[in-house]
């Protein structure tokens, strides 16, 4: 099964596909529960079209989405007899206070806080959504004292952490914009050049100083090929996502209907 799924994705999403057949093979032969750590949008599509492939009819997936809306995501792979226990998604739910008079934090400081104080792995790290006055970040259950007790200071700042409850967090929404534009070709620099009207040789600066990821996936090769669905992230600039591909222009361009995400 695992060389016919590996056609499907990069080379570079094999490790993933690995340990997700070795969570279903230990659910279907153990009868046991496998929580996840938090998995962004690709991975979780990965997670999916595997247990499709392996037709494991008898195991179900649950999402943390049903505590709370959020891109990383944790799930539970199941027998189909469990019944489900919200706290078998071990989530918990962080709020950052800090003197908004003073300071404004950013996603990155808070991030770059959290794993260098703590060493702990990104994966036990949800989503953070920072707010005027305050921030909140989830968290893997089993990490909520250690970053209580390391965290007192971000970016210089004094911050404050606290438990709350996963329900009272406040979504930041995305702004969504649509457009469609004509590309030589799908290499990420060009596509980079093209979107934000930026020269190839200033998008090739973005890729080569670590700054854009692809399908969360930091890349620093500028011909690397890009496809449909594909999410670009650029750091400090937004997130693009190529919706479909509309065929070739009478001058042979390849026309690409895109998302433009950014965040209020």
Same mark, same amino acid.
């Given at each position: 099964?695992?060389?016919?799924?590996?056609?499907?994705?990069?080379?570079?999403?094999?490790?993933?596909?690995?340990?997700?057949? =070795?969570?279903?093979?230990?659910?279907?032969? +153990?009868?046991?529960?496998?929580t996840?750590?938090?998995?962004?949008?690709?991975? /979780?599509?990965? @997670?999916? +079209?595997? @247990?499709?492939?392996?037709k494991?009819?008898?195991?179900?997936?649950?999402?943390?989405?049903?505590i709370?809306? +959020?891109?990383?995501?944790?799930?539970i792979?199941?027998?189909?007899?469990?019944?489900?226990?919200?706290?078998?998604?071990? @989530?918990? /739910?962080?709020q950052?206070?800090?003197a908004?008079?003073? !300071?404004?934090?950013?996603?990155?400081?808070?991030l770059? +806080?959290?794993?260098?104080?703590?060493? !702990?792995?990104?994966?036990?790290?949800?989503?953070?959504?920072?707010?005027?006055?305050?921030?909140?970040?989830?968290?893997?259950?089993k990490?909520?004292s250690?970053?209580?007790?390391?965290?007192?200071?971000?970016a210089?700042?004094?911050?404050?952490?606290?438990?709350?409850?996963?329900?009272?967090?406040?979504?930041?929404?995305?702004?969504?914009?649509?457009?469609?534009?004509?590309?030589?070709?799908?290499r990420? =620099?060009? !596509?980079?050049?093209?979107?934000?009207?930026?020269?190839?040789?200033?998008?090739?600066?973005?890729?080569?100083?670590?700054?854009?990821?692809?399908n969360?996936?930091? !890349?620093?090769r500028?011909?690397?090929?890009?496809?449909?669905t594909d999410?670009?992230?650029?750091?400090?600039?937004g997130?693009v996502?190529?919706?479909?591909?509309?065929?070739?222009?009478?001058?042979?361009?390849?026309?690409?209907?895109?998302?433009?995400?950014?965040?209020?």
């Open positions: 099964m695992a060389n016919d799924i590996y056609q499907h994705f990069r080379p570079s999403e094999r490790l993933f596909i690995d340990k997700v057949t =070795d969570w279903i093979d230990k659910v279907s032969a +153990t009868y046991s529960i496998v996840t750590d938090f998995l962004n949008p690709r991975e /979780c599509y990965i @997670l999916q +079209t595997v @247990l499709n492939q392996a494991q009819q008898d195991i179900h997936l649950y999402s943390s989405t049903m709370a809306e +959020t891109e990383y995501v944790k799930l792979i199941a027998p189909d007899y469990y019944q489900l226990s919200l706290s078998d998604f071990e @989530l918990s /739910c962080l950052i206070g800090f908004s008079k003073f !300071v404004t934090l950013k996603h990155s400081q808070i770059g +806080t959290l794993l260098g104080e703590t060493g !702990v792995d990104r994966a036990k790290i949800g989503d953070i959504t920072v707010h005027p006055s305050f921030a909140q970040v989830f968290v893997d259950q990490m909520v250690v970053f209580i007790e390391k965290i007192q200071k971000i210089r700042s004094g911050v404050k952490i606290s438990e709350i409850k996963p329900e009272q967090y406040v979504k930041v929404p995305d702004q969504l914009d649509y457009k469609t534009v004509s590309l030589s070709s799908l990420l =620099d060009k !596509v980079i050049a093209s979107i934000f009207n930026y020269s190839r040789s200033q998008a090739q600066k973005l890729i080569q100083s670590n700054k854009v990821k692809v969360y996936a930091e !890349v620093l500028n011909d690397f090929e890009l496809f449909e999410l670009i992230s650029i750091r400090g600039f997130r996502k190529l919706l479909h591909n509309l065929g070739l222009t009478k001058k042979n361009k390849i026309r690409v209907e895109v998302q433009i995400i950014s965040s209020k």
